[in-house]
């Protein structure tokens, strides 16, 4: 089936640096990728939409410039976190539909800023 | 705006026990409606999924129909294992395009032996 991979896992920065999460999907193509936000014992709440070759979409309230994004090719999405600080520890996973009304899940990857 | 409602958690139900857990949705048009389970420390994964009225989608005992008339998408299974142990999340899209999926807050089930 449809393969989504999410890198890293986990992810331990300190604060004021900037981590890059990647998000691949591994057997079909996908020029629409999501970002989502996970708290803890809470939902996921989509941050933005990553369209290949354009600008990411994104929700409302969610910081353009600290949560880069880039979707540079058919198969892979980026979300930089810039300048961390510890209330960007979060869980983060991405999804993409390789067709119909199917969704594929990355692993998520945990940030913890220090 | 589209949501999604679901039951607030945990949900604590010993083995064998039938489980529901309710979610109503609302949406303009004609959404389809996903269970996505997520085991402690992994990403979601589809369960099943109905993408229109009075379907029924089902998966390793679990089902849930597309209700229409009451806007419901239940998920129910008849007799719950500790290997069940997860969160659960209800969610919505449009059906035209790949749209965005709009998620329930998830409910927890704790199933003891």
């Known amino acids: 089936g449809a393969v989504v991979s999410q890198h890293p896992s986990r992810v331990i920065c300190k604060s004021g640096t900037s981590v890059k999460i990647e998000c691949r999907s591994l057997d079909f193509q996908a020029t629409t990728m999501f970002w989502y936000r996970q708290f803890p014992k809470q939902s996921l709440m989509l941050m933005a939409t990553?369209?290949?070759?354009?600008?990411?979409?994104?929700e409302q309230g969610v910081e353009k410039d600290k949560f880069l994004i880039n979707h540079a090719s058919l198969t892979l999405s980026t979300l930089t976190v810039t300048s961390a600080h510890p209330e960007d520890s979060s869980f983060y996973i991405c999804?993409?539909?390789?067709?119909?009304?199917?969704?594929?899940f990355g692993s998520g990857t945990r940030l913890t800023v220090v | 705006g589209d949501s999604v409602t679901q039951m607030e958690g945990p949900v604590t139900l010993s083995e064998e026990a039938f489980l529901t857990i309710n979610c109503t949705y609302t949406?303009?048009?004609?959404?389809?409606l996903f269970w996505y389970v997520q085991y402690p420390g992994e990403g979601l994964q589809l369960l099943l999924k109905a993408t229109k009225a009075d379907d029924k989608g089902s998966n390793k005992g679990f089902e849930a129909t597309y209700r229409k008339e009451t806007t419901s998408f239940h998920l129910e299974k008849g007799s719950v294992q500790v290997s069940d142990s997860a969160v659960y999340f209800c969610?919505?899209?449009?059906?035209?395009?790949?749209?965005?999926?709009?998620f329930g807050t998830g409910t927890r089930l704790l199933v003891s032996p």
């Open positions: 999804s993409a539909s390789p067709g119909g009304d199917g969704y594929t």
């Open positions: 949406a303009t048009g004609y959404p389809s």
């Open positions: 969610a919505l899209s449009e059906r035209q395009g790949f749209q965005k999926l709009v």
């Open positions: 990553s369209n290949e070759g354009s600008k990411a979409t994104y």
